[in-house]
């Protein structure tokens, strides 16, 4: 089994314009993600892009890049892209480019069911939730699984609704997938669902499409960069931890 690393990187950005440049520690943000997942157990790691800037920077660090469309809506429809181009590879993982602070142990995690399970379409992670604001804050996409541990929903709402205030875990959704390679060339062409447009949760369209999700569980919590702001706080937690590439 071929296992293709593909990190999205777009440079147009309505909260942070540019992001991928963006520097931390005196290297930009997609440099560390980069450097970060080639640690991985990926057989090779591309980085998707639709812009010239993004892709001269990662060819100056000595990265592997890929100019893609610019009409691309989503991370997904420029990962489609790429997944076209690598026939050889058994399973694309979907690694997010506004996260610098990705763990290795994430991405290898996310292989594994594959490995496991060569009929599997798709698998994502989760982290226990310890600050009880996130589990009502909207920004935080919650997730609950079957006994097996395949998603039942994704939503922005807390879910499962506690009625009697019981003892009971809540789980962030954390966004980095794998996907068995024809299924991800196919997931166009899957009907979009009321449900995601309703939660603007894409992985819900495979759900309402019958298909399974495996969602492993995650000790790691990372901190993607939204906002300028943010980027700020992810240099501190580079300083206070002494993180390096």
Do not use: C
């Given at each position: 089994?071929?296992?293709?690393?593909?990190?999205?990187?777009?440079?147009?950005?309505?909260?942070?314009?540019?992001?991928?440049?963006?520097?931390?520690?005196?290297?930009?943000?997609?440099?560390?993600?980069?450097?970060?997942?080639?640690?991985?157990?990926?057989?090779?790691?591309?980085?998707?892009?639709?812009?010239?800037?993004?892709?001269?920077?990662?060819?100056?660090?000595?990265?592997?890049?890929?100019?893609?469309?610019?009409?691309?809506?989503?991370?997904?429809?420029?990962?489609?892209?790429?997944?076209?181009?690598?026939?050889?590879?058994?399973?694309?993982?979907?690694?997010?480019g506004d996260e610098p602070l990705i763990e290795v142990e994430m991405i290898n995690q996310l292989i594994v069911p594959f490995v496991e399970n060569s009929k599997l379409k798709m698998a994502t992670l989760k982290h226990e939730i310890s600050n009880?604001?996130?589990?009502?804050?909207?920004?935080?996409?919650?997730?609950?699984?079957?006994?097996?541990?395949y998603a039942l929903y994704f939503s922005r709402t807390p879910i499962p609704y506690n009625r009697d205030k019981k003892d009971a875990k809540y789980y962030r959704h954390i966004g980095i997938y794998g996907y068995n390679r024809q299924f991800l060339?196919?997931?166009?062409?899957?009907?979009?669902?009321?449900?995601?447009?309703?939660?603007?949760?894409?992985?819900?369209?495979?759900?309402?499409?019958?298909?399974?999700?495996?969602?492993?569980?995650?000790?790691?919590?990372?901190?993607?960069?939204?906002?300028?702001?943010?980027?700020?706080?992810?240099?501190?937690?580079?300083?206070?931890?002494?993180?390096?590439?």
């Amino acid at each position: 089994m071929k296992i293709l690393g593909v990190i999205p990187a777009r440079y147009g950005s309505s909260r942070f314009e540019g992001k991928p440049l963006a520097l931390i520690n005196g290297k930009t943000m997609i440099e560390w993600v980069y450097k970060r997942a080639l640690k991985s157990n990926v057989d090779k790691l591309i980085v998707a892009t639709d812009d010239m800037r993004i892709y001269d920077k990662v060819k100056e660090f000595g990265g592997d890049v890929m100019m893609t469309s610019n009409s691309h809506k989503t991370g997904t429809d420029r990962i489609i892209e790429v997944a076209k181009e690598w026939n050889e590879y058994d399973v694309i993982i979907n690694i997010q480019g506004d996260e610098p602070l990705i763990e290795v142990e994430m991405i290898n995690q996310l292989i594994v069911p594959f490995v496991e399970n060569s009929k599997l379409k798709m698998a994502t992670l989760k982290h226990e939730i310890s600050n009880k604001n996130n589990i009502v804050n909207p920004n935080i996409v919650k997730v609950i699984t079957d006994k097996n541990g395949y998603a039942l929903y994704f939503s922005r709402t807390p879910i499962p609704y506690n009625r009697d205030k019981k003892d009971a875990k809540y789980y962030r959704h954390i966004g980095i997938y794998g996907y068995n390679r024809q299924f991800l060339l196919n997931y166009n062409n899957l009907e979009k669902s009321v449900l995601e447009e309703m939660e603007s949760l894409e992985q819900l369209r495979a759900l309402e499409n019958g298909y399974k999700i495996k969602v492993e569980t995650t000790n790691f919590d990372v901190r993607g960069v939204d906002t300028p702001e943010d980027l700020h706080e992810v240099e501190r937690i580079i300083k206070i931890k002494g993180i390096k590439i």
